[in-house]
């Protein structure tokens, strides 16, 4: 990047004007045009619409023509607690995902790549992927097998042994578990192939000068494996965490659904939203609500971006 | 976001070569450490191997059991009373059908359709030297971010007429930031050199595009294909947002929605099941089609698979 000055001294090339990069690039750029008119149409369009999050909402008179009040549809939820509530799960989950998610993935493509069974590590890698591929709807369904009251896989196994069935569906509290280890399950695979990909690329002389100097797998993994995978976990934390006001709607509403008992633990910006909208046709805190998540989105992902654009400017978004 | 990094170093040497060939040269006699290493290494991959199949195949079981027998409980990984109704069962529903009509049409159209997009737009920004490729970055990034939000998007998809239409399916998914940059960050690896060449022989864009670069981008090409693929086949909540009225744009996982939403009306479904086709409840058609919703990405994936890792190592990450 810091010698770009260099290389145009040596390459001396007569500087353009903008009219002229304009005239240069005329292909490129009218090819760019439908493009730039699908993104400005499905997702700028639709952004004067978080007006509604202002209003009192009426059907008949549409976004603009309904009565403005102001920031009350914020005032309420923040009073109500529901704000915070909806925050702290959202960002609490995340944080576990992130976590926990991204170590798993490093400990998987360690071992996975640790591994020495040429066969056995195809089909092993092969079948930590297939979760990933199994949509949240069936997913929902897998787990609603495990863990019913009546015929689940967990019950079966409690009443067989002669003890108190267990009613997960009736308990909020066991959630914040349940559901971090249900992404475990359908993520790991997927998120360690970026982990594995760069422990692919580690120069073999060097993992190969360490066995020769007596180093056994633990010294290896934590000497040199470790160390080079430092980069790669830094910066795709750092992108997640862009992430982190965002959660993730399908596994949420597959598993959890309308289960009100369930809410205070498992209530996320997204299922909240939705389900303002859908049933409760609540459409200004709906609103409300999603324009509160996109604006603290958009600060943590301009903070991130310039963390990253600091650490390593060619990995930065913009 | 994993993808969107950049890789220049590995695009030649194939990031995927195992670097274990090159340990073979000379082997070091094993230390009891390692061993152990090794046996714990593999009894946790069992481990974990068999905790990902093993819902899966509990599914699979219940899906060919007898349907009140399964509701004693206690199958886990073979049928205790073999049937085949459930599937009998499922095939009859005329919705369901349809659905899987539908949803093939929307994997095909609409993974052809995102591909050819999102590889003229990641070819456009990937130029070197395109004086609008910063803006266009941030232009396409931000909408990965900020959204107006469910309303105001129903709203406008109202207007332009698409709900209760198939297009609403395809085309507003059609491009996607995230595609895109896992495309530009793979072609930002491909050696200018080639580029260049071809310019020199008086190639144009169009024929670059074509014959240079999206020949060197299959790996990466049949990633976001399988990416986009996947996506549509296992979509839902479309249908149920924008075409919930119209029986004949429904898709196969909605109708599966539909059929595990049917546990309130539990009883009144149960009757009707039993007058249809003898012994089959709820639980077991629900396992049923979601075993037949699951098949065909189970079927066609292993074969991906090698394209999936090799353009997702490609696109991946820097040493």
Not at chain 1, 133 to 158: A, E, H, K, M, R
Not at chain 1, 159 to 182: H, M, R, S
Not at chain 1, 273 to 300: E, H
Request: one cysteine or more; aromatic letters at 14%.
């Amino acid at each position: 990047m810091g010698n770009s000055k260099n290389t145009n001294s040596v390459t001396p090339r007569k500087k353009r004007g903008f009219f002229e990069n304009v005239v240069k690039y005329r292909t490129l750029i009218l090819m760019c045009i439908p493009a730039i008119v699908f993104f400005f149409m499905f997702s700028y369009m639709p952004l004067p619409g978080i007006w509604v999050a202002f209003v009192k909402y009426n059907y008949g008179k549409g976004i603009f023509g309904s009565k403005f009040i102001g920031l009350q549809n914020f005032e309420f939820l923040a009073s109500s607690g529901k704000l915070l509530t909806l925050t702290k799960n959202t960002i609490l989950y995340n944080l576990a995902f992130i976590l926990l998610g991204n170590f798993l993935a490093i400990v998987m493509a360690i071992l996975l790549n640790e591994m020495q069974a040429k066969l056995f590590k195809k089909v092993a890698q092969t079948m930590m992927f297939l979760p990933y591929f199994i949509s949240q709807v069936l997913v929902g369904v897998l787990v609603f097998n495990l863990l019913n009251y009546d015929t689940g896989f967990i019950n079966g196994i409690l009443e067989a042994f002669g003890l108190e069935k267990w009613q997960p569906y009736a308990d909020p509290n066991v959630w914040p578990v349940l559901l971090v280890v249900i992404y475990l399950w359908q993520q790991t695979g997927y998120n360690s192939v970026v982990y594995f990909a760069a422990i692919c690329g580690i120069d073999a002389e060097i993992i190969e000068a360490s066995k020769v100097d007596g180093a056994n797998a633990f010294q290896r993994i934590r000497y040199i494996i470790l160390p080079s995978l430092k980069p790669t976990i830094i910066i795709l934390l750092l992108f997640a965490l862009g992430g982190i006001v965002k959660g993730n709607f399908g596994l949420f509403y597959n598993i959890i659904g309308t289960n009100s008992l369930l809410y205070d633990t498992t209530d996320i910006i997204e299922t909240f939203v939705y389900r303002a909208t859908m049933t409760d046709f609540n459409f200004s805190t709906a609103s409300a609500v999603g324009l509160y998540q996109s604006i603290v989105g958009f600060v943590i992902v301009m903070v991130v971006n310039g963390v990253i654009k600091k650490i390593d400017p060619e990995y930065s978004l913009f | 976001m994993e993808m969107a990094l950049t890789n220049k170093k590995n695009f030649n040497e194939g990031g995927y070569s195992a670097p274990e060939e090159k340990y073979k040269i000379r082997k070091r006699k094993a230390s009891p450490g390692d061993i152990a290493f090794h046996i714990c290494n593999g009894i946790f991959m069992i481990l974990f191997v068999v905790i990902t199949l093993y819902p899966v195949l509990n599914t699979l079981a219940i899906s060919l059991n007898d349907g009140t027998d399964a509701l004693r409980g206690g199958i886990y990984l073979i049928p205790r009373k073999f049937s085949l109704k459930n599937y009998a069962t499922v095939l009859q529903k005329d919705n369901l059908m349809i659905g899987a009509v539908v949803t093939v049409a929307r994997t095909l159209i609409g993974t052809a359709l995102a591909l050819i997009t999102n590889a003229i737009l990641a070819f456009i920004v990937s130029r070197k030297n395109f004086i609008f490729a910063k803006q266009l970055s941030l232009f396409w990034v931000i909408t990965m971010y900020v959204n107006g939000g469910m309303i105001p998007i129903f709203l406008l998809y109202k207007g332009l007429g698409l709900t209760n239409s198939f297009a609403v399916y395809v085309i507003p998914g059609m491009v996607s930031a995230f595609n895109m940059l896992v495309i530009r960050t793979y072609m930002r690896g491909i050696p200018d050199s080639l580029e260049e060449s071809a310019q020199l022989d008086g190639a144009g864009y169009t024929t670059i595009f074509l014959h240079i670069i999206s020949p060197l981008c299959k790996p990466v090409y049949a990633t976001v294909a399988l990416f986009v693929a996947v996506g549509q086949w296992n979509s839902w909540f479309d249908a149920m947002l924008y075409n919930r009225m119209s029986d004949n744009l429904t898709t196969l996982q909605y109708e599966l929605m539909k059929l595990l939403s049917s546990v309130t009306n539990q009883s009144s479904s149960v009757e009707a099941m039993k007058n249809s086709s003898g012994s089959v409840t709820p639980m077991s058609v629900r396992a049923a089609a979601t075993i037949i919703t699951m098949l065909p990405i189970i079927c066609i994936y292993p074969f991906l698979q090698q394209y999936f890792v090799s353009g997702l190592t490609l696109g991946g990450v820097k040493e």
